[in-house]
């Protein structure tokens, strides 16, 4: 079992910047790949980033890559995300979301692979 609590979105305009945070807890959260979701309003669910259980490998989505950064501190079991350049189709509620793969290292691009969510923490983007 993984226990998460995501937080720090928030209102920020265009160009701006947010870091997300989320606080996992549970026996199995270091040998658990730890990401972030995100949902649109009347849009599907679109996966954002991800880090491996150790931290040593990460992947994006490639709307966010290059702006969005994943990291993740195994000694305070938290998992960040920095988001730079944020744009307006950023909008969305961020959900953090864990998958215990107990070391295998592989990276889960699919919502839907993800076994453990948080409860959302909103971004809005105004132009």
């Known amino acids: 079992q993984v226990q998460l609590v995501d937080s720090g979105g928030g209102l920020v305009q265009a160009g701006g910047s947010l870091r997300l945070s989320c606080a996992a807890s549970?026996?199995?959260?270091?040998?658990?790949?730890i990401g972030w979701v995100r949902q649109a309003p009347g849009k599907e669910r679109e996966f954002v980033a991800t880090i491996s259980a150790s931290g040593g490998n990460a992947y994006y989505a490639e709307s966010v890559k290059g702006r969005f950064t994943i990291s993740r501190d195994n000694a305070k079991n938290t998992v960040d995300l920095q988001m730079n350049r944020l744009q307006p189709d950023d909008t969305a509620g961020y959900y953090c979301v864990a998958r215990i793969d107990y070391g295998l290292e592989y990276l889960y691009i699919r919502p839907a692979e993800y076994d453990y969510w948080g409860q959302g923490t909103q971004v809005t983007v105004s132009s």
């Open positions: 549970g026996r199995t959260v270091r040998q658990s790949a």
